[in-house]
């Protein structure tokens, strides 16, 4: 995946489940600079991955759950469904982060 392609994946989830972080950092003047370093800390940590023996898709999933499809900000105005997509989106990530450290701790550099 390309540094545009992970910027652009950063930049439509954070824009619909991050509104108060993607307001900060407008404000900041930093939202261009934040979507941009995502998505190169997003590429280093694939190319680590894949080096260290994930395959792509895996290297991927790793990274994207890291650095750019970050966990929503709860919304008082969220509907049933929307916070049952947050639960369900905060046990998936979870389940990613679990197997990551599994696969570490069985495959040491």
């Known amino acids: 995946m390309s540094i545009l392609q992970l910027e652009s994946k950063a930049r439509h989830h954070w824009a619909k489940w991050l509104p108060e972080k993607v307001a900060s950092l407008k404000s900041e003047g930093m939202w261009e600079v934040a979507l941009r370093n995502a998505a190169v800390m ?45 639960r369900q989106f905060n046990e998936t990530n979870a389940a990613v982060e679990e197997a990551i450290r599994k696969y570490d701790l069985e495959n040491p550099d």
């Open 42 to 86: 997003a590429q280093d940590r694939i190319q680590a991955l894949m080096a260290s023996g994930y395959r792509v898709w895996e290297a991927e999933e790793v990274a994207l759950a890291e650095f750019i499809l970050l966990p929503p900000e709860a919304d008082e105005e969220m509907d049933e469904e929307d916070m049952e997509r947050l």
